[in-house]
């Protein structure tokens, strides 16, 4: 198993251009969401979804688009690139969010940086 | 809602010292208590985890125990060494609601570890 996957590692773009990052999941998990890191804030939640086709909104949304047309892939839009959001961006997976004993597999990040 | 606060780094150690890194929570229910890992340039690794009161988590020598009457996870290490200069995350898990299955993430601690 390849485990949770996000592409590209790193990207530059400029103000006001748009972008979808990547993830997939080769675990069959149900459960996938979106977090950014920034320095001193922890990991923030962007967009989660429960299963294919079913997707919501987490702390951060605004500015974020996603979809999950498959239980594997789960892209992030970035509509209208900003400089707010340079950061680094994590995708994990997990069974279930109603597995008791479940646990979130992370994948290594994606770095944006928005000129 | 559902929250953690984590003690604010750096923490700068000597290998062999003894490590603390404290870990309090908000929630309501019963949530699952978690510690997760960021080596440089990498994402995320769970390095222990307690999903009810008085659970000891354990793993690589590290310890962190769900104390309910204090709403507390700290994490123990006895006897640090180089390689585990990291940064530490302390993450709960909603059990219930609306936010079933989301983590809350602390702001994360960064552990240096020097010979």
């Known amino acids: 198993n390849a485990g949770v996957t996000q592409t590209p590692k790193f990207q530059v773009l400029k103000t006001g251009q748009s972008m979808t990052l990547q993830c997939a999941q080769d675990?069959?998990?149900?459960?996938m969401s979106w977090y950014r890191q920034d320095p001193g804030m922890g990991l923030r939640l962007i967009h989660y979804?429960?299963?294919?086709?079913?997707?919501d909104q987490g702390e951060v949304p605004n500015g974020y688009n996603v979809s999950r047309s498959t239980t594997e892939d789960f892209p992030l839009r970035l509509l209208s690139a900003a400089p707010s959001q340079t950061s680094v961006y994590f995708c994990?997976?997990?069974?279930?969010?109603?597995?008791?004993?479940?646990?979130?597999?992370f994948g290594p990040g994606t770095r944006l940086l928005v000129l | 809602g559902d929250s953690v606060t984590q003690m604010e780094g750096p923490v700068t150690l000597s290998e062999e010292a003894f490590l603390t890194i404290n870990c309090t929570y908000t929630a309501t229910g019963y949530p699952s208590l978690f510690w997760y890992v960021q080596y440089p340039g990498e994402g995320l690794q769970l390095l222990l985890k307690?999903?009810?009161?008085?659970d000891k988590g354990s793993n690589k020598g590290f310890e962190a125990t769900y104390r309910k009457e204090t709403t507390s996870f700290h994490l123990e290490k006895g006897s640090v060494q180089v390689s585990d200069s990291a940064v530490y995350f302390c993450?709960?898990?909603?059990?219930?609601?609306?936010?079933?299955?989301?983590?809350?993430f602390g702001r994360g601690t960064q552990l240096t570890v020097w010979p």
């Open positions: 993450a709960l898990r909603a059990d219930r609601g609306s936010t079933l299955g989301r983590l809350y």
């Open positions: 675990m069959n998990h149900e459960y």
């Open positions: 307690a999903t009810k009161a008085d």
């Open positions: 994990a997976s997990s069974y279930s969010p109603g597995r008791y004993q479940e646990t979130q597999y």
């Open positions: 979804s429960v299963g294919a086709g079913i997707t």
